[in-house]
């Protein structure tokens, strides 16, 4: 990507989206275009269209999602369908009609199969059943994938993908219920702390294994594959390092200092039984993850801490 060239970030004010736009900036990268949900709704095809018409950025990173943990995906499976294709055809179908010259979309190790080999390659996807519990969230981010294939396939646009593992770090999602697990586990521990309780209770039995990766080497490799990489077949992004959520749960109560008991609610489902990335692909092509998990964990505590408005969402 050229220095001045006109760069719109979709999603720019959640967690990757805000971290693509930092990574952007420490790189020199300063025409950046966004907007808010409230300036423009990328649901509403009409409204995309017009803006990629008045726009008519060069590159796009489509990090805008409905994203939420367990719970939220349980709870609300046609919402989290619908908005995520709308919104994602939309932009990718617009950005195609505009001419865009290289499109980026951000996807989530969700979509492959639930009892994918380990670690997960690309290769893998659809070639078995989803997890059920995000199966709407996975199965809208396939087509997304899919979409920029056809259209590499069929007119030769330069569309490609990334996958990243579970993410974490500014910007996150603190909600005590609707947010994923080191975030939800932050929130728990600190009011926990707070509020001097002897105990606290986790989802599961803690022995699903999980990859954790920081959302601002997440944010390096985007802009990163926007100049090295072209291809149809996504990118793995994560770290190819696992812990178990037992093993996370002791590592975010030390971080937040809680020192009270852990207990394990069995009755509560545990997801995927193991989940982790083959990132060989990103490695060969010259990219690693930099952040270690217990030094990540120590940023995002203090976001969690000097952003109340995030925390009490």
């Known amino acids: 990507m050229e220095q001045n060239a006109k760069i719109y970030v979709a999603g720019h004010r959640g967690m990757v989206g ?21 300036e423009l709704d990328l649901t509403r095809q009409a409204d ?24 939220a995906n ?28 290289k499109l980026q979309f951000l996807g989530s190790s ?15 996807l659809l070639t078995s059943a989803l997890e059920p519990t995000n199966e ?25 993908s990334v996958m990243p593992t579970n993410l974490y770090g500014p910007g996150d999602n603190y909600h005590p219920t609707h947010s994923h697990v080191v975030p939800a586990l932050i929130r728990r521990f600190h009011e926990a702390k707070e509020a001097g309780l002897d105990e606290v209770t986790c989802w599961g039995d803690g022995s699903p294994l999980r990859e954790f990766l920081y959302v601002d080497d997440l944010a390096d ?39 009270g008991r852990i ?4 009755s509560k489902p545990n997801g995927t039984p193991r989940k982790l990335l083959d990132v060989s692909k990103a490695t060969r092509l010259g990219w690693t993850a930099k952040t270690s998990l217990r030094e990540g964990l120590a940023l995002a505590y203090d976001d969690f801490l000097h952003n109340p408005m995030r925390a009490e969402r």
């Open 263 to 266: 207990t394990w609610d069995t």
């Open 18 to 38: 805000s971290a693509i736009v930092r990574a952007l900036k420490r790189q020199g990268y300063d025409n950046i275009i966004t907007r808010t949900h409230a």
């Open 74 to 101: 349980n709870e609300a499976p046609a919402d989290f369908m619908y908005q995520n294709m709308a919104l994602e055809m939309n932009v990718i179908h617009s950005a195609w009609q505009s001419g865009v010259r």
């Open 110 to 124: 969700c979509i492959y199969p639930r009892l994918a080999p380990q670690p997960m390659p690309e290769s893998c």
């Open 221 to 259: 490799l985007c802009v990163f594959l926007m100049n090295h990489y072209s291809g149809s077949e996504t990118v793995n992004a994560g770290t190819g390092r696992e812990l178990t959520i037992r093993e996370l749960t002791t590592l975010v109560a030390e971080t937040v200092g809680y020192r």
């Open 136 to 160: 709407a969230y996975a199965l809208a981010k396939i087509s997304g994938l899919k979409y920029c294939e056809y259209l590499n396939r069929q007119y030769h646009t330069d569309f490609i």
């Open 48 to 71: 995309v269209e017009a803006f990629f018409k008045a726009e008519r950025p060069d590159y796009v990173f489509l990090a805008a999602a409905k994203v939420g943990g367990i719970v």
